[in-house]
Nanobody
Framework: QEELLESGGRSVRAGDSLRLSCAASGSIDSLNVMGWYRQAPGKQRELVATVTSREITNDADSVKGRFTVSRDNAKNTVWLQMNSLKAEDTAVYYC???????????????WGQGTQVTVSS
């Protein structure tokens, strides 16, 4: 059973930067994808950015050029560096993990408990 522990969420002002961290533990497969989703009040959970253990990234258009996802495979840790934060980035940010086989996602989705990011304008 994989567990994801997030940290780093807090209240900031528009234009500030923030870095989220997520450490995975349990039966972590060598080929996997980790990353971040977010959910704002009254909205569906949406992709922010993910990165595979082979360093292939996938970013939402809304965060391109502002957010950067990175990881350390040896530490099973993923980070989200968020720059030029906007009020619309306010959401609960969830860490995500899923096993891969070649280019396919397999097995269940795993989620962290979520960390709140609030951006005031």
């Amino acid at each position: 059973q994989e567990e994801l522990l997030e940290s780093g969420g807090r209240s900031v002002r528009a234009g500030d930067s923030l870095r989220l961290s997520c450490a995975a533990s349990g039966s972590i497969d060598s080929l996997n994808v980790m990353g971040w989703y977010r959910q704002a009040p009254g909205k569906q959970r949406e992709l922010v950015a993910t990165v595979t253990s082979r360093e292939i990234t996938n970013d939402a258009d809304s965060v391109k050029g502002r957010f950067t996802v990175s990881r350390d495979n040896a530490k099973n840790t993923v980070w989200l560096q968020m720059n030029s934060l906007k009020a619309e980035d306010t959401a609960v940010y969830y860490c995500y993990y899923r096993t891969m086989f070649r280019t396919l996602l397999i097995g269940p989705d795993y989620w962290g408990q979520g960390t709140q990011v609030t951006v005031s304008s």
